[in-house]
Structure formats: structure tokens, C-alpha cells
């Protein structure tokens, strides 16, 4: 989360209210609203400014959106602190550490991995498997097999923090898994094409075999190069019973913006699923970024944070959200 994250020294950041909106023509030719970075632009979910940094800093040594997401994935993923992403993320109830991420370039190729155990960057396996096998996802034991193939490094990925944060929730016998801030990054790069990448180590303490919406292409996170990308966080569940990245690119192609296409698909969630406004630590959060460089989000609740890179500034913006 926000107040978890670790501040970076030395960037120009700054804080902006989505209520800062841009009138601009859309697609459709009529005035839409958003946040309008010039192009290129990464946008992340959370408060992932380091993640967005690296990834605008693969883009501007002339990598692609495809390079820059997955670095950008690769820093939380790669940092101890982050109990959500890769490396230190909560384990299972049983203490396993397992891993999902999917990733997808402007072309519609779509790699994920999940239930990955041992490999710090499951979101640089999610690439392989989308380059080098005729599959879209592995998982388990084939996904873990075919990372060490690939040569990937096995490592134990429950760090003493996680493990013993583990053993506290597990000797208080409780059953609600906790935290839940994946990863999701959008990058348009100087070219104009659109990629996207999510990763998550899952809902703290999830019931051993769960799998949630991160690496499922359509539910966390979805791009068509035509109109731009979508990602998700929060409970994966609810998100994937909506399939809500897709639907919200799929809400952008009507002419939404990616604002509006974010709200809509937490509306969708709320008019289906009314029990979560009563239930005070659900959340989901959205992300979209569409062809014009727009950049907009929407949350059930307050507290959703998204970073925002452009060639010369960085960011976060403080989404609207639903449930006041
Ligand atoms: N959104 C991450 C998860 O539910 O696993």
C-alpha cells in the first residue's frame, strides 16, 4: 500500500488528485477527460513510483513497452519490503510463497505464469512462456520446470518478516486472507504501442491453490493495441467474475475514458456484488491507459494510489473512488 511503499530519493515527485483532468478529443472524436501525459508514458498501480521509473527509463534508452513493463514489474517483485510482489511477498497458509504474473505485448501475445514457487520474477517467466512455447500459461510444477529450463535461479522466497508474520496469523487461527496490493503496469512507448504487465504474490495467507486474478489475460490486466490497456488490484476474485480489464478496454473502445471506463467496471462490481460495501477492508482498484496517453483510475473505496511516469516527471494521482 501507500504508507507501505518506500519513498525514492532523489526523483521529482509529486502528488495529484484525479479530479486534474485534461479536455481531449477520444476516438470517437468527442471531448473525453483524464490525465493526459505526453507520450511516453508507464503508469502503475499503487504507489509504485520506482516501478513506473524504471520502466520510463528502459523506454527512454530506446527499450520497448514491452522491456519497460516488465522491469517495471521486476522492481517490486525484486524487493523484500514489498509483502504483495515476488520476493518477501505473504505466504499461503501453509507458508509457501507462490507466485502469479501475466504479461502481454502490442501484438495480443499474452504470456502467465501462476502457483510459481521459488523464482524471484515470475513476471520475466510470464515473458518466456509468452515467447517461447505455443501456450499462454503454466503453472506449478510445469511453470517452476520450465523457469529452470529457461535458467532461472530457485530460491527461498519466504523472508524471516513474511515468515513470521505468518506464524502470528496463523497461530491466531484467523481466516480472512489480508493484504492485496499486485502490481499492475501500463507503458506506451514513443511508437504508440501499448503493453501491460501484472504480478502478485496473491492474497496474504490464501487457501493453498488459490490463484487470483492477476495472471488470468482479461481479469488483471489486458491491452489491445487499438485502444489502449487495463490492469487490476485488490480482492482477485471480484475481478475476475467481472473479467475487469477487459471489459474496461472494451469500455474505452465505445469512447469511454479511461477514467470513466475504470468507474464503470467498479459500478459493475458494486451493483453485482452489493455485500462488499459492508464489508470495510474489500478493495479493488483499476487501472487504465489508452492510445491518446490518457491515464485514469477508480477504486471501491479511498486509499488507491497510481504512479505515473513521463519523460520528465513523476507522479501519483489519488483515484476517485465509489463507497464514501
Ligand atoms: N489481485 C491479486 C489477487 O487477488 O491475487
Redesign the pocket.
Known amino acids: 500500500m501507500v504508507n507501505r511503499r518506500k519513498f525514492l530519493q532523489g526523483s521529482v515527485f509529486s502528488l495529484i488528485s484525479a479530479s486534474v483532468s485534461f479536455p481531449l478529443k477520444g476516438k470517437s472524436g468527442r471531448k473525453v477527460s483524464g490525465n493526459a501525459p505526453a507520450r511516453p508514458v508507464v503508469a502503475a498501480t499503487w504507489d509504485n513510483r520506482n516501478a513506473t521509473e524504471a520502466g520510463m527509463k528502459v523506454l527512454l534508452n530506446g527499450g520497448s513497452a514491452l522491456d519497460a513493463v516488465e522491469a517495471g514489474a521486476r522492481i517490486p517483485e525484486g524487493d523484500p519490503e514489498d509483502t504483495?510482489v515476488g520476493f518477501g511477498g505473504y505466504p499461503d497458509r501453509e507458508g509457501r510463497v507462490t507466485l502469479?504474473a501475466c504479461i502481454m505485448d502490442e501484438k495480443g501475445n499474452a504470456g502467465a505464469v501462476t502457483y510459481l514457487q521459488h523464482i524471484k520474477h515470475p513476471i520475466s517467466v510470464a515473458r518466456k512462456v509468452m515467447e517461447k512455447t505455443p501456450h499462454v500459461m503454466l503453472t506449478g510444477d510445469g511453470a517452476l520446470q520450465f523457469a529452470l529450463e529457461q535458467g532461472f535461479e530457485k530460491e527461498n522466497l519466504l523472508t524471516d518478516h513474511a515468515e513470521k508474520v505468518w506464524k502470528e496469523w496463523a497461530s491466531e487461527e484467523r481466516v480472512k486472507p489480508g493484504n492485496?496490493d499486485?502490481i499492475g503496469i501500463l507503458a506506451l512507448d514513443d511508437k504508440g504501442n501499448i503493453c501491460g504487465a501484472c504480478s502478485?504474490?496473491?492474497?496474504a495467507f490464501?487457501m493453498p491453490g488459490?490463484?487470483?486474478?492477476?495472471p488470468i489475460i482479461g481479469a488483471?490486466m489486458y491491452v489491445d493495441n487499438e485502444i489502449g490497456g487495463a490492469c487490476?488490484?485488490?480482492?482477485?476474485?471480484l475481478?475476475m467474475k467481472i473479467v475487469g480489464s477487459y471489459m474496461i478496454v472494451e469500455m474505452m473502445r465505445q469512447g469511454n475514458s479511461p477514467l470513466q471506463a475504470c468507474r464503470l467496471a467498479v459500478e459493475r462490481i458494486i451493483r453485482k456484488y452489493p455485500e462488499i460495501k459492508k464489508n470495510g477492508d474489500t478493495q479493488v482498484g483499476f487501472l487504465a491507459l489508452n492510445k491518446q496517453g490518457e491515464v485514469g483510475g477508480y477504486s471501491v473505496r479511498k486509499d488507491y494510489s497510481i504512479a505515473v511516469s513521463e519523460q520528465t516527471r513523476t507522479y501519483l494521482i489519488n483515484p476517485d473512488f465509489h463507497i464514501r
Not at 200 to 203: A, M, P, R
Not at 232 to 237: C, D, Y
Open positions: 504483495s502469479d492485496h499486485t502478485t504474490s496473491g492474497l490464501k488459490r490463484v487470483g486474478d492477476s488483471g487490476a488490484t485488490g480482492v482477485g476474485e475481478v
